[in-house]
């Protein structure tokens, strides 16, 4: 065991994600030899963020400057009918750096492996389907014609979009999903069987 | 690129050891999710680090208690004739959790892969030569006769094991490594021919 101070936040470091207490422990330990204004930093970039950040009240997608909305969900030339459901905010990020898509989005929040009811909660399935139903509430004027499933194409990612479909079937809106087949750079000798079904089928 | 409260953390969690742009994103976005009180208590436990925790005078351990010493370092009990090297503040906690080492240790701060003068900064030779020196002048009364370089048996380990052994020459203290062989549980039908080597000639 380590002396108190360094015990308590090297368990706080090992609840975010991806980090185990190994890890944990030589952040704390980085932290520790630091120098002193480099912790300070570090230190108002964490209250910065704590006090200038807010979740945006539509899509969840966390923002600092406007009043409610973030600039995707308040920008007038986005295309109202059309909501592009992802995973987390580095998926968002990630989709909107290709200036392809012109629709709003929403942040699911995560993915399930199954359908245990403890794993769903962390799921915004009924945020979403309050803002497919009323999106105005939420200070958006939209009417969605279409429900983009954009997870990732993995047994999660499956899981969750089969779950979504059926959640969403009573609101009578198309429910889409990414295409699949092989990726730019990607190689057919090195592609797995089921992307090889999937890109045949798809072909163009 | 994200608003600016969570670029800038991004990058500064990017700078933790082992942490790379993915893993500090998703660590920035789990602050954003998680609820005022435990981004307080995160915030806290910083502070209590930043306050609270003082790294030893003479060993470079870091604890929160007394004046100028660890508790290893002020134990009059420890055997003041024989100084551990360690690597990293872990390696510390690992050998005193075996309670078989009863001498002082010292944490060296780092190893290198090379001899470059850049890496070698990060490593505290000078302060380890003033500690075998004059360990009184940091507050302890001993006289070492032998250092263990308790080093990772890995290529950068043994490179600042040799380093050491060349700078601590002059000082006529007894210089020794771990010994090696395979570890308990170790299986010898997958032991690597380097370990298996050294245990036949450790062997007992």
């Known amino acids: 065991m380590y002396p108190k101070p360094i015990q308590q936040l090297l368990e706080l470091f090992s609840q975010f994600p991806t980090i185990g207490p190994r890890t944990a422990g030589r952040m704390v330990f980085y932290l520790l030899k630091s120098k002193g204004n480099s912790f300070d ?5 964490l209250k910065n963020l704590r006090e200038q950040m807010k979740l945006c009240a539509f899509c969840f997608n966390p923002f600092n400057s406007g009043v409610e909305l973030c600039a995707v969900c ?4 986005r295309d109202k009918s059309i909501l592009c459901v992802v995973e987390k905010e580095e998926d968002l990020a990630t989709l909107e750096q290709t200036k392809t898509f012109q629709g709003l989005y929403f942040i699911l929040g995560g993915t399930v492996g199954n359908l245990r009811k403890e794993d769903l909660q962390n799921l915004r399935t009924e945020e979403l389907k309050a803002r497919i139903e009323h999106p105005e509430t939420f200070g958006v004027q939209a009417s969605f014609q279409e429900i983009i499933l954009a997870l990732n194409p993995t047994t999660e990612g499956e899981a969750t ?3 979504l479909e059926r959640e969403l079937k009573y609101a009578k809106v198309k429910l889409t999903r990414l ?3 092989l990726p730019i750079g990607g190689e057919l000798e090195y592609a797995d069987a089921e992307t090889l079904r999937q890109s045949l089928e798809n072909r163009r």
């Open 179 to 181: 295409g699949r087949g």
């Open 74 to 77: 308040k920008d007038p030339m």
């Open 41 to 45: 930093e570090f230190l108002k970039a």
């Open 161 to 163: 979009a089969l779950y």
